[in-house]
């Protein structure tokens, strides 16, 4: 029992690094965003918010705020007929949002109302000569078709993923009993050798939860 409460609390920590990253990387990247906004360099802005939306975590408050910052930037861009920066704007939105997902989708109501947004844009900038005749609606409705089209996870990366989580969650539990005695003792080689298996699938774990 005693051996499982250390494995469950080495397992806790390391999440928590993990989450703690992410949290505090997202609200950097805000900040920074609000500080280039203030200073009216919106296209530094944008992305500042692009990469505070990135670092997302279930219940992260500056990931949501980030995206709630960009539709005003969007917004605001419309209002001024500045179409560019609009889509822009939007496009980060999805950019983030998509590049968060794994075996689910987050923020999907902001996904889809960028999406809609994205192709009445796009339906209003210059036609290349195969749209010409076609009208707006249909523009629309064939820009949205692409932008809604279902590009799931990566198989790949998901599975990457998965192998990385279980590897370092065994890995910990592999410490416990293998690199502690019955007395709680560090047992320096196999703490070294599971040690460096935990840091591994914890590596794995991290690019394969980015790339998926």
């Not at 670092?55 to 930037?73: C, D, K, Q």
């Not at 075996?103 to 994205?118: D, M, Q, V």
């Not at 591994?200 to 790339?211: E, P, Q, T």
Request: glycine content about 8%.
């Amino acid at each position: 029992m005693k051996r499982l409460r250390t494995g469950l609390l080495v397992a806790a920590i390391l999440t928590a690094i993990v989450v703690g990253r992410v949290l505090l990387s997202a609200r950097s990247e805000l900040r920074s965003g609000e500080a280039a906004l203030d200073r009216g360099q919106t296209e530094e802005a944008i992305g500042h918010y692009r990469r505070a939306g990135h670092w997302y975590a279930p219940g992260n408050p500056w990931s949501t705020e980030a995206l709630e910052r960009l539709v005003f930037v969007a917004r605001r861009a419309e209002m001024q007929g500045d179409l560019d920066t609009a889509l822009r704007a939007y496009r980060a939105i999805r950019t983030s949002i998509l590049g968060t997902r794994s075996f689910y989708t987050p923020h999907p109501s902001k996904l889809s109302a960028a999406n809609r947004r994205i192709a009445r844009l796009m339906a209003r900038l210059p036609r290349p000569p195969e749209d010409e005749g076609k009208t707006y609606a249909r523009l629309v409705e064939e820009h949205l078709a692409l932008l809604e089209r279902d590009d799931s996870p990566s198989a790949f990366w998901s599975f990457v993923m998965l192998v990385g989580f279980a590897t370092w969650i065994v890995a910990a539990f592999r410490i416990v009993r293998r690199g502690l005695d019955a007395d709680g003792r560090i047992i320096v080689r196999p703490l070294l050798t599971w040690g460096g298996v935990l840091v591994v699938g914890l590596g794995v774990w991290i690019v394969g939860l980015w790339l998926a």
